[in-house]
């Protein structure tokens, strides 16, 4: 049977630190966690696996990483399905949407144009009326 899910090099590279500094970061009342460009869906299959007590919001800019993210989680009960996100989008999550305590995002600020950081930034507050409980960028 062909094999949809696709395998990142920098997933291989940057999953022990990325989990570990997850490990000590997230919240302590942390349920929900937004993850901005989730790329072939292997974080999101590590964290699922790491963090059984959180859910995860894998997303992607474009479509065509959707089914690879769907078919590496597809055995987490903790992954909801994932979703189209372009952050530059005005209305970037539906109104409402899921709430998220708290949004993770790694390889993506450093390729992308500075108003990609900017949007996340600035749209992440407004839909946590200030109790934003935590960030975490990574790049490698
Ligand atoms: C190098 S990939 C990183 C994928 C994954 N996080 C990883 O570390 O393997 C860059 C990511 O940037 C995301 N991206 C680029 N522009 C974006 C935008 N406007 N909104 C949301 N995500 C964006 C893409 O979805 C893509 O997954």
């Known amino acids: 049977m062909n094999d949809i899910r696709r395998d990142s090099p ?10 570990q500094k997850l490990s ?32 995860f919001q894998p997303t992607e800019y474009g479509s065509e990483n959707l089914d690879s993210i769907d078919s590496w989680c597809d055995q987490y009960l903790n992954v909801l399905p994932a979703m189209q996100l372009d952050v530059m989008n005005k209305n970037w999550f539906p109104k409402g949407s899921q709430k998220f ?21 600035k749209k992440w507050q407004p839909m ?12 490698v």
Not at 10 to 19: A, G, L, Y
Request: proline share 5%; aromatic share 12%.
């Open 24 to 55: 000590e970061v997230l919240p302590e009342n942390c349920s929900h966690v937004l993850e901005i460009g989730s790329g072939s869906g292997q974080h999101s299959e590590r964290f699922a696996r790491e963090f059984p007590q959180l859910t």
């Open 101 to 121: 305590d708290a949004l993770i995002c790694f390889n993506v600020i450093h390729i992308t144009p500075w108003e990609v950081t900017e949007a996340i930034f």
């Open 10 to 19: 920098s997933f291989h590279r940057n999953i022990e630190p990325i989990t």
């Open 128 to 139: 946590h009326d200030g109790s934003l409980s935590g960030y975490f960028l990574w790049t």
